[in-house]
């Protein structure tokens, strides 16, 4: 008498292919490094109420309209090319010139632009402002703004966490981002 062979049995296959599934998307994580590293400020119901007075002096302007033309100052530019030095010489001033920012605790680099402002120039100029204090950040702590950077980008490492402090030390990244005014107004 011939001998069968013994059948292996395949209906909860497809059970097992669906779990195997299922925990691999849930234990999955996707790395996510785009965007913008911006800290936002506090919701507005945990801020006092108390207004903030800001002399003129410690306020760098710059203002892109719908056409992207940009004001620097209330002047027109045109050229980009000098304007993180002449940031970072308005955060590092410290009350040498008087028509500039009293010290960088109290220097604020405002930045407004309308509805229609087009996106690549609004991150060039954001990265140009974000750029000037990363370099003033790299200075300080003695590194090159590359590796300042990367420090930054990860700080539960205890090596770049002690850059980052001695870099930001003194020197708040104070960017004020307005609101967008409707285009033309």
Do not use: C
């Amino acid at each position: 008498m011939p001998r069968s062979t013994p059948e292996i049995p395949n209906a909860s296959m497809a059970d097992i292919a669906f779990l195997l599934l299922v925990f691999f998307l849930v234990t999955t994580t996707m790395p996510n490094n785009r965007g913008l590293s911006i800290a936002l400020p506090p919701p507005p119901e945990a801020t006092p109420p108390d207004e903030v007075k800001i002399q003129e002096r410690n306020m760098f302007k710059i203002q892109l309209n719908s056409s992207d033309a940009l004001l620097v100052e209330g002047e027109p530019r045109e050229d980009v090319r000098n304007l993180k030095e002449e940031i970072k010489e308005f955060i590092l001033n410290n009350g040498r010139n008087p028509a500039s920012s009293d010290n960088p605790e109290k220097a604020i680099v405002s930045f407004k632009t309308d509805r229609g402002t087009s996106h690549k120039r609004f991150i060039q100029l954001l990265d140009i402002i974000q750029g000037a204090y990363y370099d003033i950040y790299a200075d300080q702590a003695g590194v090159s703004n590359e590796v300042f950077r990367n420090a930054a980008s990860d700080l539960s490492i205890r090596e770049n966490k002690a850059i980052y402090d001695k870099g930001r030390e003194g020197i708040p990244l104070n960017i004020s981002i307005a609101d967008p005014t409707k285009v033309g107004n």
